[in-house]
């Protein structure tokens, strides 16, 4: 079993967004899976609810506290676990640190904001100081605007970022709120998102 931690201390960075459209994307590719929410608003785990009623392969969902959710996601008994983060997880850095050491990889999203930008790279430095790999990702991202370009940039010096920036689409919103992934039913951001699983699952060797 894998865990994958979703991680930002931004609001609207779109982790339950990246969350709920990898374990999608895992699930059309015939991974087992299943998504933990540690989020108080619980996206993730009512998009899981939806998603039971819908004509689409299985994602588990669960709810837990950051520190219990490496535990609930081995007692889930799938392949891959998503962990979907509460905004400033930093604040419980004990569970802040089980999750990170309990994760096969971590994933940061962050939009091309310059605010948003300099937020996340604390993020990174903490789950580097714990030795345990990570990824920014840009995400809900405007077309063809040069901040996209400058903030790939900037995140490079401090870690490495998904070739894939997921773009901020309507289509990726539908798809969610009728429990599925836009890798499921097309539209703008489709070959973003499975772009961006593919070279997720060869990080975690999956």
């Known amino acids: 079993m894998k865990i994958i931690a979703v991680v930002s201390p931004k609001g609207g960075s779109g982790?339950?967004?990246?969350?709920?459209?990898?374990?999608a994307a895992a699930a059309g590719d015939g991974?087992?899976?299943?998504?933990?929410?540690t989020d108080a608003q619980?996206?993730?785990?009512?998009?899981?609810?939806?998603?039971?009623?819908?004509d689409a392969a299985p994602v588990l969902g669960f709810t837990a506290e950051t520190s219990a959710a490496a535990r609930r996601a081995n007692a889930a008994g799938v392949q891959l676990v998503l962990v979907d983060t509460p905004t400033a997880i930093e604040k419980?850095?004990?569970?802040?640190?089980?999750?990170?050491?309990?994760?096969?990889l971590v994933?940061?999203?962050?939009q091309a904001l310059p605010d948003d930008v300099r937020s996340v790279e604390t993020?990174?430095?903490?789950?580097?100081?714990?030795?345990r790999p990570a990824i920014y990702c840009l995400n809900r991202v405007k077309p063809r605007v040069k901040e996209t370009d400058g903030a790939r940039l900037r995140l490079i010096r401090s870690g490495d970022v998904a070739a894939a920036a997921i773009p901020d689409s309507v289509d990726v919103v539908?798809?969610?709120?009728?429990?599925?992934?836009?890798?499921?039913?097309?539209?703008?951001g489709a070959d973003e998102v499975a772009a961006l699983w593919q070279e997720v699952r060869r990080r975690i060797g999956l």
């Open 174 to 188: 539908r798809a969610m709120a009728n429990g599925y992934g836009v890798t499921e039913v097309g539209g703008r």
């Open 92 to 104: 419980d850095p004990e569970g802040f640190k089980a999750l990170v050491m309990a994760s096969e």
């Open 15 to 23: 982790k339950s967004t990246l969350t709920r459209n990898l374990a």
């Open 107 to 110: 994933v940061i999203p962050t």
């Open 31 to 37: 991974v087992p899976v299943a998504v933990i929410d």
């Open 42 to 54: 619980g996206t993730s785990a009512e998009w899981a609810r939806v998603r039971a009623d819908a």
């Open 123 to 131: 993020i990174m430095r903490a789950v580097q100081a714990l030795d």
